[in-house]
Nanobody
Framework: QVQLVESGGGLVQAGGSLRLSCVAS????????MGWYRQRPGKQRELVAR???????NYADTMKGRFTISENNAKDTVYLQMDSLKPEDTAIYYC????????WGQGTQVTVSS
């Protein structure tokens, strides 16, 4: 079992930055991948960025160069640094951990005003 708690969402103007955090607890040794997904209004949940065991990362094309995923040394916290935010980045952002099962956090709202 893995528990995930996100924080750091909020309201920001276009062009601004936010940093999301996701603290994981439980069976951390079993986690293969941690990532961030988002769900925009009226859209399906989509991948933002992932970080694999060993540190390899990948990003959705629309987020490359603007968003950065990282983790702390203890491997129990994942961050998403979001820069140059656009109104279309407005969404609920969810933390995900994959073992052989997907675990999800409760989500954190990010609203970007124009």
């Amino acid at each position: 079992q893995v528990q995930l708690v996100e924080s750091g969402g909020g309201l920001v103007q276009a062009g601004g930055s936010l940093r999301l955090s996701c603290v994981a607890s439980g069976s951390l040794f079993s986690i293969d991948v941690m990532g961030w997904y988002r769900q925009r209004p009226g859209k399906q949940r989509e991948l933002v960025a992932r970080i694999f065991r060993g540190g390899l990362t990948n990003y959705a094309d629309t987020m490359k160069g603007r968003f950065t995923i990282s983790e702390n040394n203890a491997k129990d916290t994942v961050y998403l640094q979001m820069d140059s935010l656009k109104p279309e980045d407005t969404a609920i952002y969810y933390c995900n951990a994959y073992t052989s099962v997907d675990y999800w956090g409760q989500g954190t709202q990010v609203t970007v005003s124009s």
